[in-house]
């Protein structure tokens, strides 16, 4: 009985000497830079939809798949809500800029055989999410994804920049200008490439050049309100470029 009372004992000191052990300094770090080091290994995030574009496997016979390609407001867009019974495929990432979307255009937009990508990209370049980077530049990636998809029978549906007065994530920058730029740029190169324009800008604005605070709960991702505006723009783009001969 002895040795038992003593076993226990140990073990009650035991956990108790656990309990007042103050917490790892570098338990965060360490989680942190576990998290960078998977950023590193895959800085496109390639995984995140590697598997399912192998089970999407290729379109059926007479259907005129779609693929939605941007960041987080692709993403966060309930395609199958506002395109009910239509082969749209949803293929944005929360946070992405132009040089990573451009680096998985192969794997989820030429592999899954679209007739028509429609590209919203280009904000969170302006938001520095992966740093500083000029607007040639973003549209030099822009090109790119245009190149490729020419090159393989995609028609393409460029959209334009909705409307930002302030990143939450970073106030301090001033984005309006960069944004009416870039999107001036991408509406003449569409028309000088003969590709479709999708102006969701004109549509959502404020008279600040900002998201209107309806379609918006934080200024920069549209609300179900705001991608009820976008839906029939979007779909009106979508059957002129599937209409084109």
């Not at 004992?9 to 576990?34: F, G, H, R, V, Y």
């Not at 029978?153 to 009416?180: C, H, M, N, T």
């Not at 028309?191 to 008279?207: P, Q, R």
Request: glycine share 6%; aromatic share 6%.
């Amino acid at each position: 009985m002895k040795s038992i009372l003593v076993f226990l004992a140990s073990l009650i000191l035991s956990a108790t000497a656990t309990a007042q052990q103050p917490p790892d300094p570098c338990a965060s770090l360490k989680e942190d830079n576990s998290a960078m080091e998977l950023r590193l290994l895959d800085w496109p995030n390639l995984a995140k939809y590697r598997d399912d574009d192998t089970k999407l496997g290729p379109p059926a016979k007479g259907e005129s798949r779609v693929v939605f390609l941007g960041d987080s407001i692709t993403e966060f867009w309930l395609l199958s809500d506002s395109f009910h019974g239509k082969p749209y495929v949803n293929r944005g990432i929360s946070g992405q800029t132009t040089p990573q979307i451009l680096l998985r255009f192969r794997q989820d937009v030429i592999a899954l055989q679209p007739r028509v990508v429609v590209i919203l990209v280009g904000t969170n370049d302006i938001a520095e999410n992966t740093g500083p980077i000029t607007l040639a530049a973003i549209e030099d990636n822009l090109t790119s994804m245009v190149d490729l998809a020419k090159r393989n029978g995609i028609r393409v549906v460029l959209s334009s920049l909705l409307p930002a007065s302030q990143y939450p994530w970073r106030p301090d920058l001033a984005p309006v200008e960069k944004i009416r730029a870039l999107n001036d740029w991408i509406k003449d190169y569409a028309a000088k490439e003969g590709m479709f324009f999708l102006d969701y800008h004109s549509a959502m604005t404020n008279d600040k050049r900002g998201l209107k605070a309806e379609l918006s709960e934080d200024g920069v991702h549209p609300n179900k309100a705001g991608y009820a505006v976008m839906a029939p723009l979007a779909e009106k783009a979508i059957t002129a470029a599937l209409g084109k001969n």
